[in-house]
Structures are given as structure tokens and as C-alpha cells.
């Protein structure tokens, strides 16, 4: 199993910075894909931003383009997602998501973690 691990978050104002890290633990597996979802109230879960694990190659909903940045360490299976010029509608919980292939099921899935609030208000 890959366990997906979220730190950070929290509240905000409207036009500051937040950040949000996902460690991935487990035992041998292989990571294709990591990124960021969010829901917000009423709302369906909707794509933040992604980045392939072996690419530099960041995906970005239109929404956040230009506000906010992915980073990873492969090293050490971290992600990062960047937050600024915070809005209030950037207000969700967000979830950490990793695309992996698990060596010990020898299955490939997707992972999720188990989701952190972020609050952007005055």
C-alpha cells in the first residue's frame, strides 16, 4: 500500500501564500503521477495540478495558473504545491493524489490522502 501523508494548509488571507506538502510512504512502489484535487462546499472535487514523476511537466487547472506552483522531490517522493495570491474561492479541502504502481500487490492505482482544509479569508 501507498499511504499519502498532507502537511500544511490552513487559513489565509486573500492575496497571501499557503503551502501544501505529500510525503508518499510504503515499500516498493513506483510513482507515475502526483498532484493536487479540491473540494469546496457544494462543489465537485476538481483538479488543482499534477506533475509527472519522471517529467518536468506540471499541469495546472485554469484557475490557479499563475498563482500557484508544483514542485516534487523525487528523492524523497515529496510534493509541493505553492500557494499564492490566495482568493477566497481557493477556499476547498485539498487532496493529495499519487498515480503508483505498488510492487507488492503488482497492481497500479491511484492513492489518495485524506484531504486537509485550506481557508482563504479576511
Known amino acids: 500500500q501507498v499511504q499519502l501523508v498532507e502537511s500544511g494548509g490552513g487559513s489565509g488571507l486573500p492575496g497571501g501564500s499557503l503551502r501544501l506538502d505529500c510525503v508518499a510512504h510504503?515499500?516498493?512502489?513506483?510513482?507515475?503521477?502526483m498532484g493536487w484535487h479540491r473540494q469546496a462546499p457544494g462543489k465537485p472535487r476538481e483538479l488543482v495540478a499534477d506533475?509527472?514523476?519522471?517529467?518536468?511537466?506540471?499541469t495546472y487547472a485554469d484557475s490557479v495558473t499563475g498563482r500557484f506552483i508544483i514542485s516534487k522531490d523525487t528523492t524523497k517522493n515529496i510534493m509541493t504545491l505553492q500557494m499564492s495570491s490566495l482568493k477566497a474561492e481557493d477556499t476547498a479541502v485539498y487532496f493529495c493524489?499519487?498515480?503508483?504502481?505498488?510492487?507488492?500487490?503488482?497492481?497500479?492505482?491511484?492513492?489518495w490522502g485524506q484531504g486537509t482544509q485550506v481557508t482563504v479569508s479576511s
Open positions: 493524489y499519487a498515480d503508483a504502481y505498488d510492487f507488492g500487490v503488482r497492481a497500479r492505482r491511484d492513492y
Open positions: 510504503g515499500n516498493k512502489f513506483s510513482i507515475y503521477t
Open positions: 506533475i509527472a514523476w519522471n517529467e518536468d511537466r506540471p
